[in-house]
């Protein structure tokens, strides 16, 4: 659902992409998450086909019918992202992004519609540690914090799922969700370095779990 007028005749039919001749744009491809719940929602966006004249884009956002609960920019973040903020939590009206490509030959609006519930994606748990503990020759402290582009964790809180695996030819193994920011692993091979990494989602269940944080790894406490 998306309004083009230009979409029919956006692409040369067959022609080799050296062949292809200036044309309008196309709509371009968005996707919004909530990366940082409620403060604002993220978007981003890409050019298809990549556009052989410059492109400008007009971003826009409504909330209701013709914008009645609000309407505005959505503030440039980048070349081809944009954030917009005053949220309003929980509202069954969706919210529709309005990206429009403009070049000399024409325009193309793309919309997203969205319940801002419903996109919610952290960013990856951050500063992820893996401590042995003293005396223990099976386990490991895991330490790690939530992300920092997430506002408040003392009221929206995350849950968090931890993979891990031995150095060498074990799968990897996903437990949790837990709730808190640490936790220990049991039962580890003796002596054997270990991988870990730490994804995160809201405590409510409301949309979707982060990438898995960047990996972090360490060994079990040994006989010095
Ligand atoms: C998300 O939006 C905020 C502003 O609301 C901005 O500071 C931040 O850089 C954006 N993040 C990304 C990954 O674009
Ligand atoms: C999307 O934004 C463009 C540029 O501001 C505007 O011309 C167009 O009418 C908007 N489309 C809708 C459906 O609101």
Redesign the pocket.
């Known amino acids: 659902p998306f309004a083009s007028p230009f979409l029919a005749g956006a692409r040369w039919p067959h022609a080799s992409p050296t062949l292809t001749r200036p044309h309008p744009p196309a709509p371009p491809a968005v996707e919004c998450w909530a ?2 719940y409620p ?4 978007c ?1 966006w890409a050019a298809e086909p990549e556009p052989l004249l410059e492109t400008d884009y007009i971003t826009t956002y409504r909330h209701g019918v013709w914008g009645a609960r609000g309407s505005g920019e959505c ?1 440039r ?2 070349p081809h ?5 005053d949220i309003q939590m929980f509202s069954l009206i969706p919210y529709v992004l309005n990206v429009t490509a403009v070049n000399p030959l024409g325009a193309a609006s793309r919309l997203l519609p969205f319940l801002v519930e419903d996109i919610i994606k952290p ?1 990856p748990p951050e500063d992820l540690r893996v401590l042995p503990i003293p005396g223990e020759t099976k386990k490991l402290l895991l330490e790690w914090s939530p992300p920092g ?1 997430w506002p408040f964790p003392e009221y929206f809180p995350l849950k968090y799922c931890i993979r891990y695996a031995r150095d060498e030819g074990s799968s990897p193994q996903t437990i949790g969700p837990y709730e808190q920011t640490s936790f220990t692993l049991t039962g580890l091979r003796p002596g054997t370095l270990h991988h870990v990494q730490v994804a995160a989602k809201d405590f409510t269940d409301y949309g979707e779990f982060s990438a898995w944080s960047r990996p972090a790894s360490g060994m079990p406490w040994t006989q010095p």
């Open positions: 990366i940082s403060q604002a929602v993220n981003s503030v973040t980048g992202s944009c954030s917009f903020g960013d582009s």
